[in-house]
């Protein structure tokens, strides 16, 4: 539990400090609250494979090479992700017909499942999150956090 602050005395870089650390603490909690369901739930899937399953379900079609440079990550660990995902059946790949060395990659109908269940979970986490926000409220937020963001964008 975080101890009440005391403003007054704070200098505008405590401010910032204290203002981006509760937005992560927001997007970490609900985070941990979404994935939950699937952890806990009969898919049994990590944090990183449901974003895996996410990324195919955005973009039908992408090949592992796409999901590593969208994500950062190495190619074999890409490559273990995606056959595990693969291996339970979440993720349909077809050889691309210009270079058989290259695989195309699709949510399976068990996958569209897992990310139905996700997005329920996300809606309800969403209700939840904004519960005693009036709509003018949630209107400030919005912009408030558009301007975070244009400021982070501008660096």
């Known amino acids: 539990m975080r101890k009440p602050v005391d403003t007054v005395n704070q200098s505008p870089l405590q401010h910032a400090e204290e203002v981006v650390e509760a937005i992560h603490e927001v997007m970490h909690l609900f985070r941990a609250r979404q994935y939950r369901v699937l952890k806990e ?11 895996a399953l996410g990324f195919f379900a955005r973009h039908p ?13 190495d190619k074999g660990q890409v490559a273990r992700l995606i056959g ?10 077809h050889a691309d017909e210009a270079d058989r060395r290259s695989v195309h990659l699709e949510v399976s109908a068990a996958g569209k499942e897992v990310q139905a269940v ?10 939840q999150a904004v519960k005693g926000l009036s709509d003018a409220e949630c209107a400030s937020l919005m912009v408030l956090l558009a301007r975070v963001k244009t400021n982070l964008e501008g660096e």
Do not use: I, V, Y
């Not at 595990?84 to 790949?93: I, S």
């Not at 996700?118 to 209700?127: D, G, I, M, N």
């Open 61 to 73: 079609g992408a090949t592992p090479r796409d999901l590593a440079q969208s994500a950062g990550r």
């Open 84 to 93: 595990g995902l693969r291996e339970r059946g979440f993720l349909d790949a």
């Open 118 to 127: 996700l997005q329920k979970q996300r809606r309800r986490l969403s209700t």
């Open 41 to 51: 739930g009969p898919h049994d899937l990590s944090h990183m494979e449901a974003k």
